[in-house]
């Protein structure tokens, strides 16, 4: 594993809306410049930038229009390498969002793939041989082109799939991935990762890791392929860049190239336990995120988490980073489901989870989700997208443009959270995120590579309680999630103390007790 993992708490910022410094109303590089400062006082010192390339932004900048060019609205590629250069001054590094599944259908590449004459691109995407001829169970388009062919989406119309070939070829138009094109579409997304990393970038995050050869095998065989050769590639020529997958299954990413994945809230998931399970969400009311770990007034107890996480990690664990996340900006934001003392207590779990965390912008105050109409492609996850809070005033200070032109609204809320507010107040989730972070930073036991052993898991249908204990090397922590006080008989040895606590309890002839709502860190 690469060193400088083993410590790295990552901030994700989503750049329209983190900080304009030009007034237009749309976050910008230099905008993250400026608050690199506010970043690493909070104890991040790595970042993921969602894309932030140039695009007609129908799915918020994933539809790459050129992967080598910064889009104009956030400013220049000098810009994003002097971010490069103040970020790594300030021991933070950067890692980019990588999007090899597919772009824009205004990409070039896509556009001389459409040509009805062979010409470079033509094997690029995945097309059939007739327009008449339809995508073998795939989303795809006929009709628009003047190439007699369809091709094959990856997610929205406006995101043909790159081609990779295919993994079972029963068709004449598939290719294999072995096949002049698809081994042209690796090389070229090879030549995007060098161009950025030569600029300065410490790695990816990879969107839709999963997506690459059609008709893959059940474990992916031929996508992880791929995924190997960019990995060795790296190995080679860029040792310290790191890779993290959107794919949210470890035995896959992490023995075939990633150096982390991160949890995603797919249902059933161990995130969505903990922190949102949907079982009384519909479509027409998605904030109802149900019954989760940490709601107080929830039966569910730690085992649902633990049993899809913890045969994750133990398989992985030597191979790479399975890695938490607060949520991201697909995800309705966790202040939706969860109270501020209940998101302190979630985030403690996370942050000395192992693995790299990953802390969403505005997620450290308890930005709020806004019931918002679609922007960019973004439909229910808009609402999550919404600009930063700095302060109280104008546009909460993300900007001084007129809120009209604002990318999104602000949270109009008289009590919206910001983080001038918050620093004042030595027990906001701001501050409570600070003191984590910086524990985590100070223990090598809590450090994403540092073993994690189970003390006691209650069973809420047995034990009446969902108190959990674990241990990171040799600190213990414990989580209390429930309004009943608990008592843990964890046979605790003399001298143990608390490092980090939330809410009461103590520690009484090698019980462990714990108070509503609490949670502690011994050393
Ligand atoms: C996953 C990204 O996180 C999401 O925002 C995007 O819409 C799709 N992939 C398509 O790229």
């Known amino acids: 594993m690469k060193e400088w993992l083993k410590d790295a708490v990552f901030y994700e910022i989503y750049p329209q809306s983190f900080y304009d410094t030009n007034g237009d109303g749309i976050g910008d590089i230099p905008g993250i410049i400026e608050k690199l400062d506010y970043i ?4 991040c010192n790595a970042l993921w930038i969602n894309p932030c390339f140039d695009s ?71 097309w059939t041989n007739s327009c008449f001829t339809w995508g073998g169970g795939m989303p795809f388009i006929g009709g628009e082109t ?57 790695g990816f995050r990879v969107d839709m890791a999963a997506s690459l050869v059609k008709n893959d095998t059940k474990d992916k065989k031929y996508t992880c392929a791929i995924w190997r050769e960019i990995a060795a590639m790296l190995a080679e020529e860029y040792p310290e860049a790191a890779m993290v997958s959107e794919w949210n299954e470890p035995k896959l990413s992490l023995k075939n190239g990633f150096d982390m994945d991160f949890m995603l809230e797919h249902p059933n998931s161990g995130y969505s336990w903990l922190m949102r399970n949907y079982d009384g969400a519909t479509d027409s009311d998605p904030h109802n995120i149900g019954n989760c770990y940490f709601c107080a007034d929830s039966d569910v107890g730690i085992a649902k988490f633990l049993d899809h996480w913890l045969p994750l ?40 989870l192992p693995g790299a965390p990953f802390l969403y ?69 701001l501050n409570t995120v600070k003191s984590l972070l910086a524990l985590r930073h100070a223990r090598a036991d809590l450090h994403a ?8 898991a209650a069973d809420p ?40 606590a939330l809410g009461g309890g103590g520690i009484k002839d090698g019980t462990l007790y714990l108070g509503a709502q609490s949670f502690v860190i011994l050393g």
């Not at 602000?410 to 989730?429: G, H, N």
């Not at 999630?481 to 964890?490: G, R, S, T, V």
């Open 313 to 352: 990690y133990k398989a992985t664990r030597k191979d790479g980073l399975y890695c938490p996340i607060t949520c991201n900006h697909d995800t309705i934001r966790p202040s939706a489901g969860l109270t501020v003392d209940e998101l302190k207590l979630a985030y403690a779990m996370l942050f000395t």
């Open 449 to 456: 590579d540092a073993p994690f052993k189970v003390l006691y």
């Open 146 to 202: 003047e190439r007699n062919g369809t091709y094959i989406l990856n997610f929205f119309k406006c995101q043909p799939a790159l081609n990779y070939g295919y993994g079972t070829c029963r068709e004449p138009w598939q290719q294999p991935t072995d096949a002049p094109g698809p081994r042209a579409t690796v090389e070229a997304i090879k030549d995007v990762m060098r161009f950025w990393l030569d600029k300065g970038c410490d």
């Open 40 to 43: 690493k006082e909070l104890g």
């Open 361 to 429: 912008y505005g997620d450290e105050i308890g930005m709020r989700y806004l019931p918002l109409p679609t922007k960019e492609g973004g439909y229910f996850r808009t609402g999550s997208r919404t600009p930063m809070q700095w302060k109280k005033g104008k546009n909460l200070g993300f900007s001084k443009a007129k809120a009209d032109k604002l990318y999104l609204p602000v949270d109009p809320a008289p009590d919206a959270p910001t983080v001038a507010a918050q620093e004042k107040d030595p027990d906001s989730l």
């Open 56 to 126: 007609p932004f129908k799915d918020a900048g994933y539809d790459v229009r050129d992967y080598k060019k910064v889009a104009p609205r956030y400013g220049t590629n000098e810009d994003l390498v002097r971010l490069f250069d103040t970020a790594h001054e300030k021991g933070i590094r950067v890692l980019l969002d990588l999007v090899p599944g597919h772009t824009s259908e205004e990409h070039e590449w896509f556009k001389a793939s459409c040509q009805p004459e062979h010409n470079e691109y033509s094997d690029r995407f995945i």
């Open 461 to 500: 249908e047995t034990d009446g309680q969902r108190p959990f204990a674990y241990k990171r090397g040799k600190l213990v922590c414990a989580v209390n999630p429930a309004l009943d006080e608990a008592a843990l008989p964890l046979n605790l040895r003399k001298g143990l103390k608390p490092l980090f």
